[in-house]
């Protein structure tokens, strides 16, 4: 599976949970995927400094990325 055809899949994947974050007045995006499919991502906007972030990427963000891309073996947040 191409890099590519991964980005799709967990952008797909984080569209689930964007609205939450959007309405909260944040976002994330992906900065990279690495080839041993690690994907690192970035809070954007008042999630960026939000004291709940730790939450909602382990709850939301990570959780949501592993069950719908099964071939990503970590998610870090940057």
Do not use: Q, W
Not at 61 to 70: G, N, Q, R
């Amino acid at each position: 599976m191409s890099n590519k055809d991964l980005y799709e899949r967990v952008n797909t994947a984080l569209d689930k949970v964007r609205p939450f974050l959007i309405a909260d007045g944040g976002n994330v995006s992906i900065e990279k995927i690495t080839d041993d499919n690690k994907v690192m991502v970035k809070f954007t906007g008042a999630c960026g400094h939000c004291p709940f972030s730790t939450y909602t990427f382990k709850s939301g963000i990570e959780s949501t990325i592993l069950k719908e891309v099964p071939e990503i073996t970590e998610v870090i947040a940057i």
